[in-house]
């Protein structure tokens, strides 16, 4: 999949598309490519494009510098900095086979005009008829302590506390990361039109007693 330029509405159409099952540009873990793609926007996009969104709020979050990794345009996404392709050359005009669909007419412009008002209309009346569909998001969420004497019984306690309209709070494990400090892995699923996953994150971190940061692990589509 090659994107094109991020400066243009194609572009990020493209991008939004791409994150809509995917945490980060490559991989499980932030790395510089994200940071590549994150200068390459240069600022927060529009919430009409809502995965891109969330990607840029959750990357805005880290310390770029310290993430691992070659800062360069990810592989995968081809040159991202690149133009948008050029148009296709028009072909040569042949009188033969140009065919104007709307004319120059008033009668006829009247007439096509009337056309699409009853297409639209027929449109809406059948997208109104169906049961609208409830997106959803898995989430695993890293959440670490602060040392090795942090109560993580009382952690995990405080943060299923948390209840907002649209979460629920799944299972959780203790992964170890050194030193004999385990940090809290635990998964929820989210309705993706009510729950913010970064007021999520940042409501966890609010247990500064417990809780040192707060990664997303995995992020996928249900």
Request: aromatic share 6%; charged share 30%.
């Amino acid at each position: 999949m090659a994107i094109g330029d991020l400066k243009t509405e194609e572009g990020l159409k493209e991008l939004n598309r791409y994150l809509a099952d995917r945490s980060y540009i490559e991989g499980w873990q932030p790395s510089q490519e994200d940071v590549y793609v994150f200068e390459a926007l240069g600022k927060a996009p529009p919430a009409s494009h809502p995965h891109v969104l969330r990607w840029f709020n959750h990357i805005k979050s880290h310390d770029l510098k310290s993430l691992p990794g070659v800062k360069k345009a990810p592989a995968i996404l081809g040159d991202i900095k690149a133009a948008a392709p050029a148009k296709a050359a028009q072909p040569a005009n042949n009188d033969d086979d140009d065919v104007d669909l709307f004319g120059s007419d008033e009668e006829e412009d009247a007439e096509a005009a009337k056309i699409r008002e009853e297409r639209v209309k027929a449109y809406a009346a059948k997208k109104s008829n169906k049961p609208a569909l409830i997106a959803k998001s898995s989430i695993i969420l890293d959440v670490k302590p602060w040392d090795d004497e942090t109560d993580m019984k009382n952690m995990e306690k405080h943060v299923r506390l948390i209840e907002m309209d649209g979460l629920v709070w799944g299972a959780s494990k203790l992964v170890p990361v050194g030193y004999g400090i385990h940090k809290l892995q635990i998964m929820c699923v989210v309705e993706d039109d009510k729950v913010s996953v970064d007021l999520l994150v940042e409501k966890i971190q609010e247990f500064e007693d417990f809780v040192q940061s707060v990664d997303i692990a995995a992020f996928n589509k249900i």
